[in-house]
């Protein structure tokens, strides 16, 4: 039986999942590709540590860069993560002639025009299916299974740290912090969350999302990115109560015209497939002109399911090589030259409903000042609440209105801040209605 | 720019669905493919129908035979459904060294093992994401993304009109035949619902995905098969009351010794996202050893999510054709000459939890009787709810079991059903449990 030789950098979680894999699901991969995956190398700067699996003699080593240039080794997997050793072990990998694939969203999302650039000229494949979404096999559905169809949306759950946290203010009334602490010592959110929970993960996906959807060069800083640490129990609870679940999410939408692409925690129906992707668990919306909406679901993140998608990358490659013939696909879903220009939309130029929590000072007339400055801005209310508990001698005042401009809303949050009756930050939470009803 | 030409055979639903998106999507195919796909001819009985496209003169013909034996065209897409006529194109189509793209599972499921040997042997692909699931990339999810998995279990939601009739009844209370005559009125159901409501096109479905996800090959006759005509609305609203929804499911199982295939209306925990697809949606629940449990959902008929599909599979053998390779993937998961002999488990062996419903004569004694009857059988009563309500002159009696054997649930009904204080024929469904929470 032929054997294609794989080289594996970095030995971290993914790494070892992949590992694993190889050696332990040999058979299951042989039977189906119809020819061996052999691990010729496996580099990481610590190879003493105990990785609970079983490496042949000789495979281990700590010589990445012998690893990346071995003549021997036709697809590359980098697992080391980080835009700085693993970007110049990717060229040198892809100088030598041979495919790689990565999971490394970070060094995509900011230099993936280039490292695109360099495969494409040498014919051979960048495949980084693991870098969004885990075992969900969003790049290969957007890029093959929904080929046909001109992509108007997608929306995802992409962070499973947000939605875990976001899951347990939901169900226990945990306070932010508290939850956060929570994942924290489960062991999946990192020591430093600001990536996660400030939506820069989210945003590294969506950008490299966005690119295959429509086609379009897309840069991270074109991205509104707003994280989860703003959010309350409070929030939540209202939301619950009005039939609405918060979550963290990635939205880009494509009128032909401009693109959105925006980062953002949002209200969502309660009767909407996403609002039941609970816990560390991942899911995204897409909607084709001739699919409708469809959904993918499941675990984002951690090692088997990250390593399970690394895996049919690889094998997809290795098919390739079989064939004889090239890289099959270019990097991109849109063929080199065809890639379009189409301007991102500005977050002040977006609309949507809005969540609006104010403390104010219980006196008569604040309810009709406030109402009078969002109706001078064309901004129409659907509800507004405000309840009897004090919180900080104001009471709490909730507001969802119906679709406005965001401009709008700015600007009368930023009237409505200066009343002095007014005290604290107004709290503002987007509404996204536009999903398929699971009753549908 | 180069083309590659198809054939299309049948232009019903589905074969109109597919000309338009060739004819109006051109541009976002020609980009994504570097290459032009070009409908050279389109084949019905009727062509002088108006489809709501507009072919280019000369497209348009009656003559099948001559567009499946074309020299100048690549691909067939057959839609004429059926084992018959679409057989011998398909047939003819492939000795002629052409790619064949379809949607007809019934074909596949009973002469699949032929055509595709055939299609093996001639370098050929024999594409068929569209006959399970619509939109949803199950065959290619199964085949590609989870290549390096062993698959332990699928569940599927896989028929839009059963699971339509299901939510009405759920929705309003409904009985089985208004719930039927409403999905025929609004035009997803056939004037004859037989295939759909007795569980078969389910059942052709499974046979498929049973087939990729464990290597095997596996009969119609060996799966077994359960329609949702029996199901009222009094068992739905005690599954609602206890926790459960009721949806036709194509459950198979592969514990490695020997393999589940069974389709029949089951209960399964509010809890689990399958329980939110509703109306005409489709879903699949797919679980591998390193992915964990994932799951597709979106629609699974219906003529533009199908002519997605049918696209799809059109452009990635159009790539093969410009590579310059043959057939880049055998038609089924494992290589030829690695497919595996499990045997199928006999329903009778099987174990779940069963919801059972009797209707009773309301006198001292019953209930102890029946559940001794269960407790002899090694049966487990999870609870016994009887209500006051008289249905024919007996009160009906509801029960959920926990775990058992179904011969031993099977045994133990033919003795309740004899006892003279039993009246009607006993409702059984079984109970489903083991599906990842959303609370997770």
């Known amino acids: 039986m032929k054997k294609i030789k794989v080289g594996l950098l970095g030995l971290g979680t993914i790494g070892t999942g992949v590992a694993r894999i190889l050696l332990s699901n040999r058979d299951v991969i042989s039977d189906r590709l119809g020819a061996e995956l ?183 800083d074109d991205i509104y990115v707003e994280g989860i640490s703003g959010i309350s129990p409070i929030d939540i609870q209202f939301a619950q109560k009005t039939g ?52 993918l679901y499941g675990h984002g993140a951690g090692m088997m399911p990250t390593a399970s998608a690394i895996l049919a990358d690889t094998v997809d490659i290795a098919i390739d090589i079989l064939q004889g013939g090239e890289s099959r696909m ?17 977050i002040d130029e977006i609309t949507t409903g809005y969540y609006l929590r104010l403390a104010a000072v219980d006196r008569p007339g604040v309810l009709s000042k406030i109402s009078g400055i969002l109706g001078n801005r064309n901004i129409s209310l659907k509800s507004m609440v405000q309840t009897e508990r004090k919180l900080n001698g104001a009471v709490p005042l909730f507001m969802l209105t119906h679709p406005a401009e965001e401009s709008m809303m700015k600007k009368a949050i930023k009237e409505i801040s200066d009343l002095d009756v007014i005290s604290g930050r107004p709290v503002l939470i987007r509404i996204e209605e536009e999903f398929q009803d699971t009753e549908d």
Chains 1, 2 share one sequence.
């Open 38 to 220: 052999v691990l010729k190398h496996a580099s990481d700067l610590d190879i003493n540590r105990d990785f609970g699996v079983k490496f042949p003699d000789g495979v281990l080593t700590t010589d990445s860069e012998a690893v990346a240039s071995d003549p021997e080794i036709d697809i590359i997997i980098e697992l080391i993560g980080g835009t700085g050793i693993a970007k110049t072990l990717i060229e040198k990998a892809i100088s030598a002639g041979k495919h790689v694939v990565t999971a490394n969203k970070a060094l995509l999302a900011v230099h993936g025009r280039e490292l695109f650039g360099m495969a494409a000229e040498k014919g051979v494949s960048l495949a980084f299916e693991a870098s969004v979404g885990g075992c969900m096999p969003v790049i290969k559905t957007m890029r093959e299974s929904l080929v046909a169809n001109r992509i108007s949306a997608f929306t995802g759950i992409l962070n499973g740290t947000c939605n875990y946290i976001l899951t347990r203010i939901t169900e226990e009334g945990l306070p932010f912090s508290e939850a956060l602490a929570e994942a924290q010592a489960e062991g999946f959110a990192e020591a430093d969350p600001t990536l996660d929970i400030e939506g820069h993960d989210t945003a590294h996906k969506l950008a490299i999302l966005a690119a295959l959807a429509y086609g379009i060069k897309i840069r991270l």
């Open 244 to 295: 609405y679940t918060i979550k963290l999410l990635a939205i880009s939408k494509n009128d032909g015209r401009a693109v959105e692409a925006r980062v953002h925690p949002a209200m969502i129906p309660k009767s909407s497939m996403l609002s039941h992707v609970n816990g560390q668990l991942n899911a995204i919306s897409i909607t084709g002109d001739a699919v409708g909406e469809m959904m």
């Open 330 to 346: 270019p990097a991109m879903p849109f063929t080199a030259g065809h890639m379009k220009e189409i301007p991102i939309r500005p």
